[in-house]
Each structure stands twice: as C-alpha cells, then as structure tokens.
C-alpha cells in the first residue's frame, strides 16, 4: 500500500512538475513572438522587486520616525507604487489574450492612482494645514474617475489619453510658490529632477509604436522618475 502510494505521488509530482513546465515555456515562446515584450517584462520586473524591497525599507524607518500622517502617507505611495509595476509586468509578461487584456486596462487605470499616491506624502506631511487637502481630495477624484473610467466602463485599452497623465502629475504646480515655501530646497529638486525623467520618458511612450524596444525605454525612464521621487520622499517628506 505505501509503495502504491509513493508511485502515485511521485507520478502526480512528476505530471504536475511537467505540466507547469510546459506553462512556462508557452508562456516565454508567446513572449519572444512578440517583439519587445521580454524586455517590457523584465524592465518592470525588476521594478516590481526592487519596489517592494524599497517599500519594507520606508515602512520600517517611517515607523519609527514618523507619525500616523507621514506613515498613511508613505503607505498609500508605496501602495500604489507597487501595484503599478505588478500589473505593468502581468501586462507585458501574460499571454493569454483575455487576461492581457485586463491586465493592460489595470496597469493603465492604476497610473493614474501611482500619480495620486506619488504626492500623497507631501501633502499630508506638509500641506495638510493650508490648502494640502483640498488639493489632495481633487487629485484623488480625478485618479479615481481616471481609474474607474479605464478598469470598468472599458474604454479602448489602446486609447491612453497622455494629456492626462500629465495634467494631473503637474497639477500641484498651480501653488508653485507655497512648494517653495515648505518643501525643502533638495526634496524641490529631487521632484523636479524624477519629474523630467517622467516626461522624457513619455516621449519613448508616445513613439514605442516605431520601435519594439521605446516601451523599455519608457519603463526604465518611470524606475529612475519613480527613485528621484521616493529618495526625495525618504528624506524630506519624513522628518
């Protein structure tokens, strides 16, 4: 009896062992027929685990430095910071065309959110006594609208509207000289700096249609905007 169940287990181990073998392979010949995908993924991928080692990093030291806003405030960053690279990767990385599909529209949706949680600790941190919270609750209905509109009433996956993006990253700017006033000089630039690599890379973004591997550059270009912007939280958004 226990010889027929080893030889039972062993040949379910051995079948299953087979079975998610050949997923993968499926999965990484469907990737290398379409060009630039694995360099879309692995971009991204490497997002994804460098995100969530930052995010263990800022949750341990805003714990013991911060209060219940600096922690809300880093939390939902780091919240949408991580989604994003996890449905940019499952977008490029799935094959399947049904659940690509809802991947891409996920990964579009949650950009808006990654906009929203980007200033979310600066103005929580800094702003929440003047006019922080008016601005963060119209920022955050505009990510939310912007979210919904792309994840639930199906709008055209290929349609991204990149005015939008963009109007809504640079929104905060309209109190460009209270920015100054209250946001450290070096945490000013370092914005500043992550805000350039967004926009360059947006061209990439625009123009990956020309070439398989602009989108990897567009990738890359949010990894470096995305650093400038968590070093600056790290080291001027908490005190």
């Not at 995100?51 to 919240?79: E, K, P, Q, T």
């Not at 094959?95 to 599909?101: A, E, I, K, M």
């Not at 809802?102 to 103005?123: M, V």
């Not at 360059?200 to 398989?212: A, N, S, Y």
Request: proline fraction near 2%; charged fraction near 10%.
């Amino acid at each position: 009896m226990n010889d027929t169940i080893q030889l039972l287990t062993r040949n379910f181990g051995t079948k299953m062992f087979s079975t998610a073998l050949h997923g993968i392979r499926s999965n990484v010949t469907g990737l290398r027929a379409m060009p630039g995908e694995v360099s879309n993924c692995l971009t991204h991928g490497l997002g994804l685990c460098l995100s969530m080692f930052a995010s263990v990093a800022m949750l341990l030291y805003v714990g013991l430095r911060g209060d219940n806003w600096h922690r809300l405030g880093c939390l939902i960053f780091l919240m949408t910071m991580v989604s994003v690279y996890a449905a940019s990767t499952c977008s490029h990385g799935v094959t399947h065309s049904r659940l690509r599909d809802w991947f891409r529209k996920l990964d579009q949706g949650l950009i808006y959110l990654f906009i929203a949680g980007s200033y979310t600790p600066w103005l929580l941190c800094h702003f929440r006594f003047n006019w922080g919270i008016f601005l963060l609750s119209a920022i955050w209905t505009a990510a939310l609208l912007g979210f919904f509109s792309k994840v639930w009433l199906a709008h055209r996956v290929a349609h991204v509207n990149l005015m939008l993006y963009i109007l809504l990253a640079w929104l905060p700017i309209l109190q460009f000289k209270l920015i100054i006033q209250l946001v450290p000089i070096f945490g000013f630039v370092w914005l500043f700096i992550g805000g350039m690599f967004y926009m360059i890379g947006t061209v990439f973004w625009k123009l990956d249609k020309t070439r398989c591997h602009f989108h990897a550059i567009w990738h890359v270009c949010v990894m470096l905007g995305n650093a400038c912007h968590y070093y600056a939280v790290f080291h001027y958004a908490i005190p």
